[in-house]
């Protein structure tokens, strides 16, 4: 038995395993491929000595097949003897349409008429080479085949000044148009255009195997935004007035460092710094954030359970216990120390678990009975329910009666704009896992599948109201954008469709101020900025949406008369449209865990 429960431990994916099969885009796509490394010098060696170990045939085939992709593609080999046998050429073309001439892509064909006329090729690793192209060129013409051009490829070096003195002589005397082809020549192009793997097949080359890094989509833009945000940090003066988003950029520098899967040492080395800059700028949300995504790296790329451990502390005392989204993130990684201790990588004692227990749950009992907030209440009941599911893992009489409660929670659920629904969906989607045969779990997905659905079908519609609402707008038709915007806002008062909601709100806003009811126009811009307000409360994110709501109410409070509250909105305009125009230049965001 213990042998059995050993070979099952053994076959337990590692977090950074398990994370990398599940969510493979935060990962680097990059990949080591073998390459042969061919030198120069190393090539010139062996095209030296290629007659001391008899590879003329070798060089003949190396030199055709490299002139197709240089010269012209349409070549047929000659048979018989080698030096070109009784054809007394080593190759020549053969003629081709003019369809399948302009086609090609590849080879030097322009300003000659390789497609119809023929040419002639001799190839050599003679030392004299001299003598060996007026022989090839003499056979070659006496042939009176009609030859246009003949190529000599030789496999040594030749002066540029002899070479082009032997051309003119053998043109004169042969009315051939000869192109003498040397040693420069054949490395030049086998470098230059990439050739080396053909070299290397084709002259039987010995060359070692080298691990060659081959950059995936995501990495290269991964590391183009990397590089444009650390040259922004390390400018003093972009970030003057606004180091609030010198915390953001420094840590989506971090999550994009760990995206291309860089030495830890220089992953940690920016979470770190992420660390020092919130805790020197005094923002808690941003110092909440910083220190989660350090704990949750620790975790899920590294297996370090230890120093994920010792992280937990510093995020637990950073939690608001009146914030959802933070209690959300306290949440994420409890589940994390408690599986941990399950799995045998940390030890109960030193994760402290009974103690991080009770304090999670005193947070979200606390939050449940606070009945002013509805959402925010269900919401931690739904934890709650979610915590005892995860401890009766084993207990299946317990689970089902735990994941039975949540019918309940979807039931309250309805009408309720910031309770995260589909997040629990999502979870209970995995959870089903564990009870495959299970009939109690059936009615449970049903219920849960109806959630998806409504909140689906919600979305879609919500949407086409929103655009039709928009054209009504601007088409100067306020009161149909008003009708239309408010269904638009029923449909749309869901979590997953928040920004769309903010938009409805907004265009709302405008439509009312466009037909005199200032008031109404500034409670439904009020309402908008509170829902733009909430991706800066969860995710730390400056968006324009709320930049541009906050603007409008600028203008609304003055049309109103109320001159100081205008004054406010216009010193938080400052800081915000600031940290916005930065926030919005041209950046691949890396997805957060």
């Known amino acids: 038995m213990k042998e059995n429960d050993n070979q099952a431990k053994d076959t337990k994916l590692l977090p950074s395993e398990f994370m990398r099969s599940r969510r493979p885009h935060l990962f680097s796509d990059s990949e080591i491929l073998e390459q042969t490394q061919l030198d120069r010098s190393t090539f010139e060696y062996h095209l030296e000595t290629l007659t001391n170990r008899k590879q003329e045939l070798d060089f003949e085939y190396f030199a055709r097949k490299l002139s197709e992709k240089e010269l012209c593609p349409n070549l047929v080999p000659q048979t018989g003897p080698t030096g070109g046998g009784d054809a007394k050429v080593d190759s020549e073309t053969y003629p081709v349409s003019s369809e399948i001439f302009s086609r090609w892509y590849y080879a030097d064909t322009k300003g000659r008429e390789g497609a119809t006329d023929r040419w002639a090729f001799a190839f050599s690793t003679k030392e004299d080479w001299k003598a060996k192209v007026r022989a090839d060129v003499k056979s070659i013409a006496e042939t009176n085949r009609g030859y246009k051009v003949a190529y000599f490829i030789t496999s040594r070096f030749a002066k540029a000044k002899e070479k082009a003195a032997i051309q003119d002589e053998l043109r004169k005397a042969y009315g051939l148009d000869v192109q003498i082809l040397d040693r420069t020549w054949i490395v030049e192009k086998v470098f230059t255009n990439h050739r080396e793997n053909l070299a290397v097949e084709t002259l039987k080359l010995n060359v070692p195997l080298a691990n060659v890094p081959h950059k995936g989509p995501r990495d290269l833009s991964r590391e183009a935004e990397l590089s444009e945000l650390e040259k922004q940090i390390d400018d003093p003066e972009r970030y003057n007035g606004i180091n609030y988003q010198l915390v953001e950029d420094a840590l989506q520098a971090a999550l994009l460092a760990r995206g291309l899967e860089l030495p830890r040492v220089e992953v940690d080395g920016r979470l770190e710094r992420a660390c020092r800059l919130a805790t020197e700028i005094g923002i808690r949300p941003q110092q909440l954030r910083c220190a989660y995504n350090k704990a949750w790296t620790s975790f899920w790329w590294y297996d370090d359970f230890s120093s994920f451990n010792q992280i937990y502390d510093s995020v637990e005392k950073l939690v608001e216990p009146s914030q959802t989204a933070e209690l959300e993130l306290l949440q994420n990684l409890w589940q994390l120390v408690y599986a941990s201790v399950r799995n045998s990588h940390l030890r109960k004692s030193d994760a402290r678990l009974d103690e991080r227990t009770a304090t999670l749950r005193q947070y979200l009992e606390e939050l449940q009975r606070n009945t002013n907030r509805p959402s925010a209440a269900l919401f931690a009941r739904a934890s709650l329910i979610l915590m005892d599911s995860y401890t009766s893992f084993g207990n299946t009489a317990d689970l089902k009666k735990h994941l039975h409660q949540f019918r309940d929670i979807f039931e309250q659920s309805k009408g309720l704009i910031d309770f995260p629904a589909l997040k629990f969906v999502k979870i209970l989607g995995e959870l089903e896992e564990l009870l495959p045969g299970e009939s109690s779990f059936d009615s449970l997905f049903e219920v849960v599948l109806e959630i998806a659905r409504q909140r689906e079908s ?136």
């Not at 928040?498 to 109404?520: H, N, P, T």
């Not at 409070?557 to 109320?562: A, K, V």
């Not at 010193?571 to 915000?576: I, K, S, T, V």
Request: glycine share 6%; net charge positive; aromatic share 6%.
């Open 458 to 593: 919600s979305t879609v519609s919500g949407r086409m109201l929103l655009r039709r609402g928009t054209q009504k707008l601007r088409a100067k038709q306020p009161y149909e954008a008003i009708r239309l915007l408010g269904r638009a806002q029923q449909d749309l008062a869901l979590r997953e469709s928040r920004g769309e909601m903010a938009a409805a709100l907004g265009l709302c806003a405008s439509a009312y101020e466009e037909v005199g009811l200032l008031w109404a126009s500034r409670g439904s811009l009020l309402l908008a900025t509170n829902q733009a307000l909430h991706s800066f409360i969860e995710e730390g994110t400056i968006t324009p949406q709320l930049v541009i709501c906050i603007r409008h109410l600028i203008w609304l409070e003055l049309q109103l008369g109320r001159i100081p509250c205008a004054l406010q909105w216009i010193e938080a305009f400052l800081a915000l449209s600031s940290a916005a125009a930065l926030n919005d230049e041209p950046r691949n965001s890396e997805t957060r865990p």
